[in-house]
T-cell receptor, first 111, second 116 residues
Framework: GIQVEQSPPDLILQEGANSTLRCNFS?????LQWFHQNPWGQLINLFY???GTKQNGRLSATTVATERYSLLYISSSQTTDSGVYFC?????????????FGTGTRLTIIP | GAVVSQHPSRVICKSGTSVKIECRSL??????MFWYRQFPKQSLMLMAT?????????EQGVEKDKFLINHASLTLSTLTVTSAHPEDSSFYIC????????????FGPGTRLTVT
């Protein structure tokens, strides 16, 4: 199956700093999602980005499918950005949509 | 975005009893739902794929007789943990896709199961 690696595993930043999270995957994908898991365990959809670049407010993401990696950028960090960020990938067809999750990046924003 | 709910959010049960967890798609119909399990400080692992009107597909190593899945309608899938043991204590999360165009999945808030 597809292998997914995320880096760094842990990141501690001061409020207002910028950060880049990386997701490497081992095979072709047509589904790549970034999630933020909040302290209560809820997975919040950030981006559905099997390729290309997207931006949503202070967050943006880029996936270079040919080189098998994706980056999540967080600018002007706030304490509410704290939590675990997961990348999940799949090579899907309708009827086979198994998402494989990376090990996550734990982000802590200090006031 | 699509909304997926789970009930209960937290449950404590005794060893040997069974627990049912419900997953509902609130504003869309889902022919397929997914059940994941997450241990503390670990990633999510897919347990099974729930298909409306047919049998679930279980991942390797997941006991189908222990984790019963029923996808009775286009908006409801249930996971029943039978004869629960302390090692079944975990965070269970469901997800569903709301589109026939993209593969994007939306996740429920999760159910924290503690077996005493």
């Amino acid at each position: 199956g597809i292998q997914v690696e995320q880096s760094p595993p842990d990141l501690i930043l001061q409020e207002g700093a910028n950060s880049t999270l990386r997701c490497n995957f081992s095979d072709s994908v047509n589904n790549l999602q970034w999630f933020h898991q909040n302290p209560w365990g809820q997975l919040i959809n950030l981006f559905y980005i099997p390729s290309g670049t997207k931006q949503n407010g202070r967050l943006s993401a880029t996936t270079v499918a040919t080189e098998r990696y994706s980056l999540l950028y967080i600018s002007s960090s706030q304490t509410t950005d704290s939590g675990v960020y997961f990348c999940a990938v799949a090579y899907s067809n309708f009827g086979n949509e198994k998402l494989t999750f990376g090990t996550g990046t734990r982000l802590t924003i200090i006031p | 975005g699509a909304v997926v709910s789970q009930h209960p959010s937290r449950v404590i049960c005794k060893s040997g009893t069974s627990v049912k967890i419900e997953c509902r798609s609130l504003d869309f119909q889902a022919t397929t739902m997914f059940w994941y399990r997450q241990f503390p400080k670990q990633s999510l692992m897919l347990m099974a794929t729930s298909n409306e009107g047919s049998k679930a597909t279980y991942e390797q190593g997941v006991e189908k007789d222990k984790f019963l899945i029923n996808h009775a309608s286009l908006t409801l899938s249930t996971l029943t943990v039978t004869s629960a043991h302390p090692e079944d204590s975990s965070f269970y999360i469901c997800s569903a896709r709301d589109s026939e165009i993209t593969y994007e999945q939306y996740f429920g808030p999760g159910t924290r199961l503690t077996v005493t």
